[in-house]
């Protein structure tokens, strides 16, 4: 009987877990429902403060992608998004370096002319020379960290500003590349080699393109809860685990989506492997360094970071030779493409491009706001316009209308966005 007794007590004890265990489910609902909305709460808030974010950006992404596909069905295909995403590499590169010198507030006119360089240095030490792909690759890439620390230190020790001595850089360093060049003018690259590869390698294993969409979404998960607990831990505003959890799901869906369609045609590209490598890599630098920090500081204010001990002189050499550095790997990726280099490289459009992408993107011209991440956004804008006329055969005169009707409309956001933060307190 006893026994008995002590079975009905344990059966009473387990009874009030089952309507526990059924209503978990509904719970976790509200949970994702919650953070959704606080989500958007502060989405709102942002706005409401002139902190607009990348959402204009991705909006005219969609509008162009919508309007292109609806004039051309093959837009949006496998192979022409596969495309795309290569061709955004060179440009792409170069607009990341330009990124770190508006965020001081700065202009760096020369990195058409150094990506030039850096493809002549390359071709005539690799081809006409006989120095090995390694080592000439090494050396191009160098000669743009060189040019770029030059001009830094000059901006720097002389406080003339940068778009001056850049101007300057930009006619020294393509009459440079002319000289290397001489009367050939142009010189063909091995299209087995090193450099050639760059563009034109593929991992076809699916496994390939996956892995890597996993391997970001997780990264972000990882980097945004240990800012999250690091937050948590000195008392500041941070982001609920569960907002983490459905911004990591929605870049998660986006990344194995686009893992599914690269999938479709060759694989993924190495171009754009090592491109989102680099860019990931300089988001830290800014984000997470004392670096970093410094440079989002000179953009703020260079007399408040003059009086607070910053070695501006350092900080703009150093934002200068990322510049000159990222032009020249750029270079190299624009040369991979057309496996040659001639006396056309590094001009035209490619310093324009490279700085609207920047500015499309977000970063702001007043210094002090913006991220690698920007100049991804603003030249798959760019990139996805030259691509939609180039596939409904619209004339190249129309694709610059466009472009610079979203470059002006950019800087009009950033204007506006910038008064209103002001307004706010915020700027």
Known sequence: MVKGMHNMADKTQAEPTAPDAETRQPHRGRAVARA???????????????????LPVVLVLAAVWIIFQSLNENFLSPRNLSN???????????AVGIVFVLLIGELDLSVGSISGLAAAVFAVLNVNNGVPEWLALIIAVLAGTAAGTVQGYSCAKTRVPAFVVTLAGLLTWN???????????????????????????Y??????????????????????????????????PHRSLQGIAVRTGVLAVIAFVTAFVLNRFQGLPLALLIFLVVVAGLDIVLRRTHYGRQVYALGGSVEAARRASLSVTRVQTAVLAVSGTMAAVGG????????????????????????????????????????????????????????????????????FIITGGVLFAAVLIDSLSRRSQEAHGRA
């Open 36 to 54: 959704v909305e606080d989500g958007v709460t502060h989405f709102r808030h942002r706005l409401s403060a002139g902190e607009l974010g990348s």
């Open 84 to 94: 795309l995403s290569v061709d955004i590499v060179g440009t792409g590169l170069i």
């Open 175 to 201: 009459g440079i590349m002319l000289y290397i060049l001489g009367t050939s003018g142009t010189v063909n690259l091995d299209e087995n080699g090193l450099v050639a590869k760059l563009t034109s390698y």
């Open 203 to 236: 991992f076809t294993n699916d496994g390939a393109a996956y892995g890597l969409a996993a391997v970001g979404a997780g990264t972000v998960f990882l980097v945004s809860y240990q800012d999250m607990r690091r937050r948590e831990a000195a008392g500041m």
């Open 332 to 399: 190299l990726f624009l040369a991979s493409r057309i496996t040659s280099v001639s006396q056309g490289s590094g001009s035209g459009v490619l310093l324009l491009n490279a700085i609207a992408a920047a500015v499309i993107g977000g970063t702001s011209l007043f210094g002090g706001r913006g991220t690698t991440w920007s100049a991804v956004l603003g030249i798959l804008i760019i990139q996805s316009i030259a691509s939609g006329m180039a596939i409904t055969d619209t004339p190249t005169a129309v694709q």
